[in-house]
């Protein structure tokens, strides 16, 4: 389980990044891999309103945006927020990134195409301000609750600190490592009971692809879906891609990993290996499957429907199975 931490401030050691940081030690010692985004380490230019997103679903703006964050934002089980107050808004590194995930906006609401993960995606807010105004959250509380839509998720929750001015104020204030401990452990526990699923295949660009797509979208609140090939391709099947637009599933931003990358972290309680002519996946003593479907690689659109189809019958029994 990936959790993401959005890290606003610019202030090096400041409030927020203690804040931020406790709270992702809390999440990693739940069991969640956890990574950081410091907004003002990256390259991210400002949205230019051209709206090519809104017709082809993508940014022309070439940055770290392109290069890892849209995948990030689209991998991550859990997207945790953290900021200080600027002017009642976030700083301009981190608005510069919430307002280039207008991108995944037009996907989901112009094209509308559905991120796979989008029902079980949870997000969660840290924020913190020098002064002690009723209203001082309200403002990014509406831009974070937004953003987390676009990006597929809902904000479950926040905490929010008042009077927090000088470097090392958080560090001191008395509750504040309690408050994170509970409020981490709320966000994460209904996820940590997902039954984890590793679909195989040769290069992790179609079939293990369309599956774990499927399994997430319909049971991605009681699945963690891990996919992987043993020989990784660069990138995912452009018709494959084109396949799943039809379902409405968007499948944009996704990469190709190794299994051994899949599984580094986090053991799978079943394995389902595709059909890779040899296996492509074994762990002794896991549950094992050969769905023993053909490579759709190279073939026309209507073998591709074909595989699509018969992996998403599969993977609604499977779900049964569960239940
Ligand atoms: C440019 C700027 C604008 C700020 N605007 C506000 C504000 O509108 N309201 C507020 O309560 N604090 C405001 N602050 C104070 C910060 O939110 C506060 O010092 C916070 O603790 C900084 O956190 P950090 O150490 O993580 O950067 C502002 C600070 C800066 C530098």
Same mark, same amino acid.
């Given at each position: 389980?990936?959790?993401?931490?959005?890290?606003?401030?610019?202030?090096?050691?400041?409030?927020?990044?203690?804040?931020?940081?406790?709270?992702?030690?809390?999440?990693?010692?739940?069991?969640?891999?956890?990574?950081?985004?410091?907004?003002?380490?990256?390259?991210?230019?400002?949205?230019?309103?051209?709206?090519?997103?809104?017709?082809?679903?993508?940014?022309?703006?070439?940055?770290?945006?392109?290069?890892?964050?849209?995948?990030?934002?689209?991998?991550?089980?859990?997207?945790?927020?953290?900021?200080?107050?600027?002017?009642?808004?976030?700083?301009?590194?981190?608005?510069?990134?919430?307002?280039?995930?207008?991108?995944?906006?037009?996907?989901?609401?112009?094209?509308?195409?559905?991120?796979?993960?989008?029902?079980?995606?949870?997000?969660?807010?840290?924020?913190?301000?020098?002064?002690?105004?009723?209203?001082?959250?309200? !403002?990014?509380?509406?831009?974070?609750?937004?953003?987390? /839509?676009?990006? @597929?998720?809902?904000? &479950?929750?926040?905490?929010?600190? %008042?009077?927090?001015?000088?470097?090392?104020?958080?560090?001191?204030?008395?509750?504040?490592?309690?408050?994170?401990?509970?409020?981490?452990?709320?966000?994460?526990?209904?996820?940590?009971?997902?039954?984890?699923?590793?679909?195989?295949?040769?290069?992790?660009?179609?079939?293990?692809?369309?599956?774990?797509?499927?399994?997430?979208?319909?049971?991605?609140?009681?699945?963690?879906?891990?996919?992987?090939?043993?020989?990784?391709?660069?990138?995912?099947?452009?018709?494959?891609?084109?396949?799943?637009?039809?379902?409405?599933?968007?499948?944009?931003?996704?990469?190709?990993?190794?299994?051994?990358?899949?599984?580094?972290?986090?053991?799978?309680?079943?394995?389902?290996?595709?059909?890779?002519?040899?296996?492509?996946?074994?762990?002794? !003593?896991?549950?094992?499957?050969?769905?023993?479907?053909? /490579?759709?690689? @190279?073939?026309?659109? &209507?073998?591709?429907?074909?595989? %699509?189809?018969?992996?998403?019958?599969?993977?609604?029994?499977?779900?049964?199975?569960?239940?």
């Amino acid at each position: 389980m990936l959790a993401l931490g959005l890290q606003g401030s610019p202030r090096k050691n400041g409030n927020t990044s203690f804040l931020l940081s406790a709270f992702m030690n809390e999440l990693e010692k739940l069991g969640a891999q956890v990574k950081i985004i410091d907004a003002d380490k990256k390259n991210i230019m400002p949205c230019i309103e051209c709206s090519v997103c809104e017709k082809e679903g993508f940014c022309p703006l070439d940055d770290d945006m392109s290069s890892d964050i849209y995948t990030l934002l689209r991998q991550a089980d859990v997207i945790v927020v953290a900021t200080p107050i600027f002017f009642y808004s976030a700083p301009a590194q981190l608005k510069a990134l919430i307002d280039r995930s207008q991108a995944l906006w037009a996907r989901k609401y112009k094209l509308k195409l559905n991120d796979p993960g989008q029902k079980f995606k949870r997000g969660f807010l840290l924020a913190i301000g020098a002064t002690r105004g009723k209203n001082l959250f309200e !403002g990014l509380t509406l831009t974070i609750k937004y953003f987390l /839509d676009a990006v @597929g998720a809902r904000l &479950d929750g926040s905490l929010t600190y %008042r009077s927090i001015e000088k470097p090392g104020d958080m560090k001191k204030h008395p509750s504040v490592l309690n408050d994170v401990k509970e409020e981490a452990k709320k966000l994460i526990s209904p996820l940590l009971l997902r039954k984890k699923i590793l679909f195989a295949c040769r290069k992790n660009s179609c079939r293990s692809q369309i599956a774990s797509a499927f399994a997430q979208h319909l049971a991605g609140d009681k699945i963690e879906v891990l996919s992987g090939g043993s020989r990784p391709a660069k990138m995912i099947n452009p018709i494959m891609i084109e396949a799943m637009r039809e379902k409405g599933l968007d499948m944009a931003f996704r990469k190709p990993k190794s299994i051994e990358k899949a599984i580094a972290e986090v053991k799978p309680d079943i394995i389902i290996n595709m059909g890779c002519g040899e296996k492509c996946s074994f762990l002794p !003593g896991v549950r094992t499957e050969d769905w023993d479907l053909p /490579d759709p690689a @190279g073939k026309p659109i &209507d073998f591709m429907r074909n595989i %699509r189809d018969e992996i998403e019958k599969r993977v609604v029994s499977l779900i049964k199975d569960f239940e």
